[in-house]
């Protein structure tokens, strides 16, 4: 369990969960899209919409609009025709980036992200120029629980590889390969999650100074605001703040 203080980082996370809710119906429709058209419209036998379909469910998306984005993946219903992409870069701080896209339109996605990178002084690289430095994990995360000795104890029992408690937040990482069973565990045992998704997790840091980490922030707020955009990942460390 790591018990180092990681409160600024987790502060950020948390505020970052919460702007993303105003595009959490885009965004989950087109994962819900994405995950149908790949791995079929039957969630009880493909585990990424199954997990989008319990983010969606969670949101209070209605059963209609998801049920039009699983028959628009599986080709039951015509719709448009998305595509994952990552774009790679870095930071005019020397912070590494990963964008995750899903798009309908490729030239209109480079060119919103590569304005975004020009915008703040950064350079957005070749595809391999960033993602060496990250691992994918699994990360599920709890807000505001009171139960978080018995969802840190529950995920630990099932192979957790780190746990972040601060605050009655908590924050579990797995590894990729035990993700969706511990999802599934904590799930069926009454824990639900606010937010379950595998992330992009660098090990070495670029630490910013206050000054650095405004700046930053401005330029992730930049991408973020890219419709097609669906996830942005950094190996920025925030500055710690005394609470």
């Not at 997990?51 to 719709?79: P, Q, S, V, W, Y």
């Not at 990250?134 to 840190?152: C, L, P, Q």
């Not at 579990?172 to 992330?199: M, P, S, Y």
Request: with cysteine; charged share 30%; glycine share 6%.
């Amino acid at each position: 369990m790591a018990g180092h203080s990681k409160w600024a980082n987790i502060q950020h996370r948390k505020k970052r969960q919460d702007a993303k809710r105003g595009k959490l119906f885009t965004k989950l429709i087109k994962e819900i899209t994405v995950a149908a058209r790949d791995g079929g419209g039957d969630a009880d036998s493909n585990p990424r919409l199954r997990l989008a379909l319990d983010k969606a469910f969670a949101g209070n998306m209605n059963k209609d609009t998801i049920e039009k984005a699983i028959n628009r993946g599986t080709g039951n219903l015509e719709g448009v025709n998305y595509e994952e992409l990552a774009y790679e870069g870095y930071s005019s701080s020397g912070v590494a980036v990963i964008v995750e896209c899903v798009t309908d339109n490729k030239n209109r996605t480079v060119a919103a992200v590569r304005h975004a990178f020009t915008k703040f002084s950064g350079n957005l690289g070749s595809s391999g120029s960033v993602s060496y430095l990250f691992n994918k994990i699994g990360v599920i995360s709890f807000n505001e629980t009171s139960k978080h000795e018995e969802i840190a104890d529950l995920a630990i029992e099932n192979n957790a590889i780190d746990i972040i408690n601060e605050d009655n937040y908590v924050e579990i990482h797995t590894d990729k390969a035990d993700f969706l069973n511990i999802a599934k565990v904590l799930k069926d045992n009454g824990f639900i999650f606010d937010n379950a998704e595998l992330e992009m997790h660098a090990e070495t840091k670029v630490e910013l100074d206050d000054e650095g980490a405004e700046n930053f922030l401005k330029f992730i707020d930049s991408l973020e605001e890219v419709d097609d955009v669906q996830n942005v990942y950094t190996n920025a460390k925030y500055p710690q703040t005394d609470n």
